[in-house]
């Protein structure tokens, strides 16, 4: 992500991202200001109310986001809810809109009605949630009942309770639930490698900073190595998710592949790079207070959603060929 | 002649297994009961003070100390039995845990009669807790860089300071302080003490330190000007690092040390019997926690024998502590289950698991603090 | 293993080793002075012809044997073949006995006669073989064909053919396959460890005169760190393999869990040890000049001979009760 | 701003698919021909003259070689294509591999004109091959310990010195040294030199250094006042430390840093398919290498574009080369096969990746040194 458009792209949001301080579990504040300047919709068509750009610019904005620990459903909205309305050709409602996960009902009774409990993240913050039904339909119905559900980080996963509620749209496009899974593997993958650089970071400032035994933590040798090795993987999961959306936005042959290699890597590597970072940040990086917790509850919530890295290495081992044929399949 | 750190594998006496099979007994009673729920780190989170008490009542409380103070006479390795029942059923003991752990020793040890008279037997009854002041900010790793002073005045011993990271500190009745009382701060090793303190006390302030569990288990303890009585000096004054130093041994290589998470294992491996990668998984945990609570026990046979096996405590931490984090990421890895704060079963156990995984390599020495003192003793530092 | 008796049989054998340098796969020179000695047959009944003590008098020979790299079939012949004969209540034959892993067949024809492909470490050097026959009889014959194979680090790992061949005693005594199973893997935990400890003092004299960018290897913090994790594997490998040396000697209820336990134990560290053997020996110990190679292709290969970790982890994994009862069980 | 290394994915144009498809072809051919027999760690230790000259003949040595010297004004990143087939089919490329990948860059940066003419199309028709001498006795990682003296002479360079672990020295066409031609061993970095020495030559003794595979692919290689000409010496003199360095980025990157042990994941997934702790394993291994491919490509594109990815390079071969250890302790710990050299199939295979595997950490740079390379670029050292 090198290249001029994305650095624009990257300071403009870096500059909206600055100081922010929010202990809500939703940032209004940020929230309007992404919406103010579209970075809330990026990558979603402008015929259906998007702000256009490709895949790539929205990955920067959601890496950019999960970088910062921002609380804002991005994620949800512009990369799950806008991909599926565009899939479905539906207009994106005003407020705040997100995918769920499950599939619900629709049946018809007076009108078009939807019922079924479908896990939502963020669905007490939205306005109106887009589902996938069993017959096939994509389906835009309002949020009224929540029940209330956390990850280990505090987000909202919620369940919306639909009981018979009346649709505001519906669009006869069949997306298979396997596409959901995905598309949501591939942006916790662009999430995950974004935490885990921040932890990066923090480690970074942390060692020069700190002192110990009368010297900067830096000057250990063992502290250089832990680093070193918390660079490594921090790149291999940026890479891997950078070359997933790459893949996707080019709908190469093997971008489900990618996306399955990337939500492993970047699942498999949460551990290693959570657990480098608390060892570095010794008991401070464990106080609630400290910034890594919010980095690295993150990256342990993440790498369980949509497919832990068991799920995804049990889907590869299942794609057909030999094992270099996968390997390699991932970019045409 | 030998290149190992020297452990013999200890075998249980007919006794030690007898008073097993009645703390299991007794365990298996509670739980059904409904007296308490496992759960991961429980020696350090989960405080019950009637479970203490209950458990006093039994014995199983400062079990080795002399009779004459309330103790039963048990040995240590008894001792190490009841514990590690205890710690695998993940039962409620963090409120007398340091009491019993720790102090009981340390004032049988350096305390004076009076100490012992005054604690002991409380201890022993489950009734009174103990909190340890010894880190301190921008201190890290480096327990020696101690601030906390205490001076001596008319009125008794005069401290001021802050400890950091102290457990349990919001209901414990005393606290052990390790502060300077003479010297300079670049002496390091030399010139520190230890206090007892009772709590509360007006000039001794405790302030929750929430960590990223969401929960407060841990206090910054601010002495301001704290008095307390001339009396108040555990042990020699200015042998407060070496009397530190000695705790370490039994601080390190106790049971607590791998079993963290065992409660998060026992429960999954009920629930994995036709899964075949989760049991060659749980058969590979049970293999690791087979050798360590072997090296935990002979560590224990060691220092039941009188010596001082620092080195093979801090190597028995080493790996106990990452075989703790190894069972969080391994039950979380196969069983795919996503782990919720507070739910019953699985998905509680695993969020306790992962939240609480920094902390086992972190509490009592860093692995890498714990491997330079390994190193030390193969004479290569 | 810290009483008098074991550092008496310590001393004794460590002399008998002291110097030696053979480059044949049987170092015969040693075997004759352990056989003048009768540390060959240590743990092994007077009655049967063995030199008599326990089980863990023989394992401290074992240990001492494999700590050396010595090319002699103590293991084979002591610990499985003496502990068979011992079993059938018959007499040891002159020269080198082994015993067979697979069971063979015997059949009456003129006389009682032996047939089949047996697995026989050090079967090429071997007079005799202990054998358990489909029947559930122990019985000894001669070596006459042998198929010669090695393992990892030069072993003989034979397959003795045994064509229609006349025994030479035999007993009614049933031998189930699991128990060599069992006996095999406790004594390769007994090499494992000691070969383990090999690593562990070659790598502590290594670092200690070796240097590297002007000073010793020893004072570099990442080679301090490596060198203490090694010395907890290796240490986690003594005391186990210790343990189940005790149980079995005892007849522990929880034996046999011992015994898997400590061969997966043994198994499973062999790769850490190995790996920071070498990583700390750098590209000196990849010579075939260098003793380090003699302690890890050993590693290499006792892991998987007897089950390795995997196959033991399975067992421990289908042993009856929680996985507590089952930790604890290993001493009663 | 970020504080990762930086680098970007790469997307292969359609002539690189192309080629791909090719090489796949010409090496299934090949193999069902009977040509080669897949091979762990082949790009050491199988050379084959034969197979490197047919590869000569195809195009696929020298790639990048302008067409002037032979070569065929391939990119970089259609070299990185053709050598990552050869190296997942485990094809026998020892010959010609150090002249492909380290001295054709080499000699057509900083040889003359006539070293060019002279070695570039022998090492594009895959004829002509190269060893290294760079490792010295008691040196270990440390290259810049260099004892090795080149003295000039009325005669030419008269070169002094013994080079340890020079790999193919035994059958190559000529050797590339680093030698101190000026200054003392104390400088480290300035004074040193390379030179071109054609082998054989009389003062220079090549010995075999047996490892503990059995095998022999390294040599020590003794000069005993060797005289070349003093038109060989490569590039300036006194720039040999810079030359060297410069090389590295190209050495330590390669797909060859985590392909090594790739016939063995190979061979073992074509027959697990219906062992779900084996199929497990597998998509692990297959999600790694994926990533790490990824990580490899997007080296070779920065190189191709003209950057020196040193901290990167030294980053991927770190993870790389803990890859191909990974795949041979996960094969034959699931596998439960007993590995033997010189079998058929896996347990063959198993043999070779087991004997190898401490060379993936140590050669190239060992991961401790790799690792400071890259806390260097993160700016803690």
Known sequence: ?332 | MTSTIDLVAHRHSTAEHELRDEVRQFLGDQRAAGAFRPRCDAWMTAADPAFSRLLGSRGWVGMTLPGRYGGHDRTPLERFVVVEELLAAGAPVAAHWIADRQMAPSILRNGTEAQRQRYLPGIVKGECFFAIGMSEPDAGSDLAAVRTRAVETPRGWEITGTKLWTTGAHFAHAIVVLARTDGTPGDRHTGLSQFVVDLPHQAVEIRPIVTIDGEHHFNEVVFDRAVVPADALLGDRGAGWRQVIAELGHERSGPERFLSTFPLLEAWAAQTSDDPVAAREVGRLTARAWTLRQLSLAVAADLAAGRSPEVAAALVKDLGSRFEGDVVETVRRVAGAEPRRGADGLAGLLADGVLHSPAFTLRGGTNEVLRSVVARGLGVR
């Open chain 1, 1 to 332: 992500m090198s290249d001029e458009l994305h650095e624009e792209i990257r300071a403009a949001v870096g500059a909206i991202l600055k100081g922010r301080d929010s202990q809500d579990d939703f940032d209004r504040s940020l929230w309007k200001d992404l919406c103010d300047t579209g970075f809330h919709l990026l990558g979603v068509p402008e015929e259906i109310g998007g702000s256009g750009g490709g895949l790539r610019d929205l990955a920067v904005v959601v890496d950019l986001l999960a970088f910062h620990g921002a609380r804002v459903p991005v994620a949800e909205s512009a990369f799950l809810a806008g991909w599926l309305l565009a899939r479905a050709g539906l207009s994106i409602p005003d407020g705040v809109v997100v995918a769920s996960i499950d599939q619900a009902r629709v049946h018809r009774r007076d009108g078009l009605r939807l019922s079924g409990r479908v896990r939502t993240p963020w669905g007490r913050h939205a306005g109106h949630v887009v589902t996938t039904a069993h017959d096939g339909n994509v389906v835009v119905s309002p949020v009224s009942a929540v029940e209330r559900q956390e990850n280990l980080a505090g987000e909202p996963r919620d369940v919306v309770v639909l009981d018979n509620v009346e649709v505001t749209a519906v669009a006869p496009v069949g997306v298979e639930p396997d596409e959901i899974l995905h598309r949501g593997a591939l942006v916790r993958a662009v999430q995950l490698a974004g935490a885990a650089r921040a932890v990066l970071a923090s480690a970074r400032r942390h060692v020069a900073q700190r002192e110990q035994f009368g010297r900067p933590l830096a000057r250990f040798q063992a502290v250089q190595q832990h680093l070193a090795a918390l660079a490594a993987e921090v790149t291999a999961m940026r890479v891997s998710a950078d070359a997933a959306v790459l893949a996707v936005e080019a709908s190469d042959r093997g971008a489900a592949i990618a996306v399955a290699a990337a939500k492993a890597t970047t699942s498999a590597g949460a551990h290693v790079v959570a657990g480098i970072g608390h060892q570095l940040h010794g008991a401070l990086g464990y106080s609630a207070e400290h910034a890594l917790g919010a980095a690295t509850t993150r990256l342990w919530s993440w790498r369980e959603e949509f497919g832990n890295e068991s799920y995804w290495h049990d889907r590869l081992a299942a794609a057909e060929g030999s094992v270099w044929s996968v390997v390699t399949g991932g970019d045409r």
